[in-house]
């Protein structure tokens, strides 16, 4: 049973960094992609960074140059550094992951950023 569990979420001021983490029990990323998502209130939500199980990455334009995504399967985690973070940035941010098509399977229960001016 595959289940993804987000942390590092937390309040920071415009400009900050955070780091997000997501242990990947059950799941083999050797074999699939992984990406974040996040949906801010009254919004939808969108993808902010993908990772292939190669290793290579997309990532939304309004994150690229700021955030990078990354992964360490010896440790079944995927990983999300933030940095010059925005009010903007503020959402529930989710971990997702699949292994077939584009289609994200599984996803976590996710984790709170929230950016002050």
């Known amino acids: 049973q595959v289940q993804l569990m987000e942390s590092g979420g937390g309040s920071v001021q415009a400009g900050g960094s955070l780091r997000l983490s997501c242990l990947a029990s059950?799941?083999?990323?050797?074999?699939?992609?992984m990406g974040w998502f996040r949906q801010a209130p009254g919004k939808e939500r969108e993808g902010v960074a993908t990772?292939?199980?190669?290793?290579?990455?997309s990532y939304a334009d309004s994150v690229k140059g700021r955030f990078i995504i990354s992964k360490d399967a010896a440790k079944n985690t995927l990983t999300l550094q933030m940095d010059s973070l925005k009010p903007v940035d503020t959402a529930m941010y989710y971990c997702a992951a699949g292994y077939w098509g584009n289609e994200y399977t599984y996803w976590g229960l996710g984790t709170q950023v929230t950016v002050s001016s």
């Open positions: 990772i292939g199980r190669y290793g290579d990455t």
């Open positions: 059950g799941y083999t990323m050797s074999r699939g992609f």
